[in-house]
């Protein structure tokens, strides 16, 4: 599993469609993953620091796992088939481990309430990542021996994901941004 964080909540300002960028921790990959408006929303309130006058269903989980016992220990991505992500909530209670369960956007809304840190599988990562803005630079990322199968299979995706990647690059970064060096 990679650590990530999230970096950044980019929105389209042609369709208005949001992703989340997570960032490996000790790395240059990222990982997008569209999300709804309402959970964009929801993980930049938190990111920035903004508190609801109400809560919202990520502070109201976050409580109850709290007031039962638990706490969020981590939160998974584990897969990715048939460009729907999948992930799981891992809550610590009583000594034991229980997973649960959940659409990415919302075990990351929670995840940065929950201070948990967002762990992404390899598979996933190998199959979905991306280096932004390094477009130009295949040759450094040229694989050798054994590695060569995957990477041929990974040249099949980088075609498939350049649309992608060209939206993501042609996004603006607007109020959602996470605040860096604050």
Known sequence: MIETVVESIRVSLVTQH???ILKEVEGERHLPIWIGAYEAEAIAMELQG???ARPLPYDLMR???GDLGGHVERILVTDLSQDVFYARIVIAQNGREVEIDSRPSDAIALAVRAKAPILVDEAVMERAGVTLGAE???EEDEPSGAE???AL???VDEERLS???DFINSLDLDDFDRKKGN
Do not use: H, N, Q, Y
Request: proline share 5%.
């Open 18 to 20: 949001r992703v989340v």
């Open 163 to 165: 649309v992608f990647r």
């Open 63 to 65: 409580s109850l796992i």
């Open 50 to 52: 903004v508190t609801a």
């Open 136 to 138: 130009d630079d295949d």
């Open 153 to 155: 299979e990974g040249k």
């Open 148 to 150: 060569r199968p995957a």
